[in-house]
């Protein structure tokens, strides 16, 4: 009957938002009773499988088959499903990323499961099972009542702390029987930046807009980022115009993220733009617009020339 | 090729939301809804395929009488043909469930949406129809080309993106930028009220998720300004006031 929480992967370590999704789902076992069990799927060392336990869950269950290296949501479903019948589960929990949200859909589907996501609180239970998420893409909340037998949680990134100890959990080794058909999409390439802090798993982001003037001036935006230790990210029409990647758009159409800090320079704050962002803990605007609507949703605010700007916040955080 | 778009009608991205009856309702006053903007795009690129390759478009909506506007723009667009399922589309693997039933008749090559809908972001329903239907599911989709029975597919992954390759049939969630924006015309809007849109009743499971109230974010304390000559002052205050850095 143990909560199975799914814990995700980045180069052979798990990922921050998974660590938050395995102190979640210990609470839930705590709250429920139960037992708190992690299951990881690819290659790790048996230290890092372990080490899931210094966020409240006894058990690891680690499936490493080769066909598995590479990240296929349909895949994991078929693991992480054969994983809550070994376990009974009820309750599995996840943060949500691109794999988690490829893999949890397929989930839900296989196990007629009542899915919320964008979960920012334990769930309630003094009558049923009621969580709260973030909805119209941060511009609200929803109490959620999950009727189902069985329930699927995707944790908002950020939104829940988790506390460690010294506890180790146990590790078996998972070999559930895979679907043929799981792995009937083959990829033929794949590109992915490297080295630099991946955006929806970063805690400081330094985002830029039209202000910048053209993809030559990134040079200043990503100085900061990179004495920040910050992502980078960008407004809708800096990627439509390719002066940056589609990863790095943010807002309505764009990625959510909920950061510890964003700082957004030259970006007008459209509503659009703010429902992707406005979950941020703490906002900074640096506009030459006193009058541009960021600065009503921001915490701190510079009306001030981007390209003066910049270059005294990056040698200011260099002499920290 | 047969293509079945999938579409949620949605409050405009612009909409300040707001609820009623005791924080139980989206208050509708004044909003204008529209397509939901990711299938919009899922739309567009079937009306692009069906000029190349001559593919049907049907569009199919889980909504109320309401959500009809938003049908007849699709078919002003350039969809053959609409069903609409009559039922609130508020949980996931309901919604699934009804897309899945339809398809199981009519047999579509290429079920496309929008990787998810912007009011209750749950990303989840093309995996679950695909997982029904038995269908591979790939989302968030940039670009996709047929070519016989091959989908060539460009899919967002974190910090980048991924060649695929897979046979149809698929079922695919969207984003830009796998296609233009299509606004329609004039005749488009006229041949619109003349092309068939089939009203069903919903089958299947209840729901599996009930929203109970709504709640609006608690407002942000105001705006601390700091002079642009005095930028420096903000790393201070970010490490020692909002303990960020
Ligand atoms: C359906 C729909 C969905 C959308 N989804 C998104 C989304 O997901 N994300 C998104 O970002 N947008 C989205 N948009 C677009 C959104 O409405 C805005 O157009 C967009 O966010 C504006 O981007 P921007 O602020 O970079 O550019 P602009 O609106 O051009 O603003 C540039 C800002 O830079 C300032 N500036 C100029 N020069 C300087 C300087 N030297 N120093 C300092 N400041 C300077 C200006 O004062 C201005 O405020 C969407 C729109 C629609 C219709």
């Given at each position: ?219 200043i935006?990503?100085d900061l980022?990179?004495a ?81 700007v910049l270059p005294r916040l990056t040698k200011a955080v260099k002499a920290l | ?230 930028a420096e002052?903000?790393i ?10």
């Amino acid at each position: 009957m143990s909560v199975l929480i799914f814990a995700e992967l980045d180069e052979g370590k798990i990922k921050k938002s998974s660590q938050e999704a395995l102190f979640y789902g210990a609470k839930v076992a705590e709250q429920t009773g139960t037992s708190a069990t992690a299951i990881i799927i690819g290659q790790a060392d048996d230290s890092e499988l372990a080490s899931a336990g210094r966020f409240g869950v006894t058990k690891v269950l680690h499936a490493s088959n080769a066909q598995l290296n590479e990240p296929n949501g349909m895949a994991y479903a078929t693991v992480v499903a054969a994983a809550v019948q070994q376990e009974g589960s009820k309750v599995i929990v996840l943060a949500k990323s691109s794999l988690a949200d490829a893999m949890t859909a397929r989930l839900a589907g296989k196990l007629k499961a009542g899915l919320a996501a964008n979960v920012v609180e334990l769930p309630d239970l003094s009558n049923g099972f009621r969580v709260k998420s973030s909805i119209y893409t941060g511009k609200a909340f929803a109490y959620n009542d999950l009727k189902a037998d069985i329930k699927i949680l995707a944790i908002k990134k950020n939104t829940i702390t988790p506390e460690e100890t010294d506890s180790t959990a146990s590790v078996d080794s998972f070999s559930p029987t895979l679907n043929d058909a799981d792995f009937v999409i083959s990829v033929k390439s794949s590109e992915k930046a490297s080295g630099d802090v991946l955006l929806p798993e970063a805690d400081l982001v330094v985002s830029a807009g039209r202000g910048l003037k053209g993809p030559e001036n990134w040079g200043i935006v990503e100085d900061l980022a990179h004495a920040l230790h910050a992502a980078t990210a960008c407004s809708k029409p800096v990627s439509d115009l390719d002066w940056r990647p589609h990863s790095e758009h943010v807002g309505q159409t764009g990625l959510k993220i909920s950061p510890n800090l964003y700082i957004a320079c030259g970006i007008s704050g459209a509503i659009q733009h703010l429902a992707g962002v406005n979950s941020s803990k703490v906002i900074v605007v640096i506009n030459k617009d006193s009058e541009a609507p960021f600065f009503k949703s921001a915490d701190y605010g510079i009306v001030g020339d981007v390209f003066d700007v910049l270059p005294r916040l990056t040698k200011a955080v260099k002499a920290l | 090729m047969k293509i079945l778009v999938c579409v949620t009608s949605v409050p405009d991205t612009t909409t300040k939301i707001a609820f009623t009856d005791n924080n139980t309702k989206l208050n509708k006053a004044g909003v204008t809804f529209i397509t939901g903007p990711y299938d919009d795009y899922a739309l567009a690129r079937a009306v692009e395929l069906k000029e190349k390759t001559g593919a049907s478009i049907t569009v199919i909506n889980v909504g109320e009488a309401d959500s009809e506007p938003v049908i007849r723009k699709c078919l002003a667009i350039g969809a053959d043909d609409a069903i609409r399922v009559n039922a609130e589309p508020t949980d996931a693997y309901f919604v699934a469930e009804q897309i899945a039933a339809i398809a199981k008749e009519n047999s579509y090559d290429l079920i496309l949406m929008g990787r998810e809908s912007i009011d209750y972001n749950g990303g989840q329903v093309h995996g679950i129809v695909g997982e029904m239907l038995g269908f591979p599911s790939i989302s968030p989709v940039m670009q996709l080309d047929i070519d016989g029975d091959t989908a060539k597919i460009t899919r967002e992954i974190e910090g980048g993106k991924e060649q695929l390759e897979a046979k149809l049939p698929l079922v695919l969630g969207c984003q830009e930028p796998i296609a233009e924006w299509k606004i329609p015309n004039m005749r488009g809007i006229m041949t619109a009220r003349t092309k068939p849109l089939k009203i069903v009743e919903p089958t299947g499971t209840d729901k599996l998720t009930t929203v109970a109230n709504y709640e609006l974010p608690a407002p942000r304390s105001a705006v601390k300004m700091i002079k642009a000559d005095e930028a420096e002052t903000l790393i201070q205050l970010l490490r020692t006031e909002a303990k960020v850095i």
